[in-house]
T-cell receptor, first 113, second 111 residues
């Protein structure tokens, strides 16, 4: 049973560029959440997708957008990259149940120079 | 505003010692989860507690959910170097689809 997969694992971009990160959820999961994590900090919630719609959003600007496909996989897009966007981006999948237990991928390490 | 406060933020102890990590809030959660994260990896779910007063054990780890479902604790008995990592708590609020995360406790167990 494949777990959550993310691609790419590492990425280096320059300021002002755009980036797309990809995530395939754990088999059977229909809900995907994206998080930004700075070194040594807890994850910061970006948004959650369910039934191909953004259902909930954290305190992130509109430069952060996403998409969920019919097969439940998801993309995170970040436009006009800033140095402060450098972080580990985590994708987590879950069942759409009240506990929302998250299964995380290994993350994408984004460095903006 | 940090809705879930974790303490301590950092803990470094010798192998064999016991420790407790706390996760506190003024808000009520319908459930609360504990995760452990190792460097370069995503967090891994350890346990979910749902009922006020609930206690769950995972080998040397004991998790407790407060009676009022506002706080939780993680106790590790006879810590081992393999317990090293970032411990995160996350709570689910009623009528909300997202988890509220604590900032984490960085735990180092020295051999």
């Amino acid at each position: 049973d494949a777990g959550v997969t993310q691609s790419p694992t590492h990425l280096i971009k320059t300021r002002g560029q755009q980036v797309t990160l990809r995530c395939s959820p754990k088999s059977g999961h229909d809900t995907v959440s994206w998080y930004q994590q700075a070194l040594g900090q807890g994850p910061q919630f970006i948004f959650q997708y369910y039934e191909e719609e953004e259902r909930q959003r954290g305190n992130f600007p509109d430069r952060f957008s996403g998409h969920q496909f019919p097969n439940y996989s998801s993309e995170l897009n970040v436009n006009a990259l800033l140095l402060g966007d450098s972080a580990l981006y985590l994708c987590a999948s879950s069942f759409n149940v009240p506990t929302y237990e998250q299964y995380f991928g290994p993350g994408t390490r984004l460095t903006v120079t | 505003t940090q809705l879930l406060e974790q303490s301590p933020q950092f803990l470094s102890i010798q192998e064999g010692e016991n420790l407790t990590v706390y996760c506190n809030s003024s808000s009520v959660f319908s459930s609360l989860q504990w995760y452990r994260q190792e460097p370069g990896e995503g967090p891994v779910l350890l346990v979910t507690v749902v009922t006020g007063g609930e206690v769950k054990k995972l080998k040397r780890l004991t998790f407790q959910f407060g009676d009022a479902r506002k706080d939780s604790s993680l106790h590790i008995t006879a810590a081992q170097p393999g317990d090293t990592g970032l411990y995160l708590c996350a709570g689910v609020k009623d009528s909300n689809y997202q988890l509220i995360w604590g900032a984490g406790t960085k735990l180092i167990i020295k051999p």
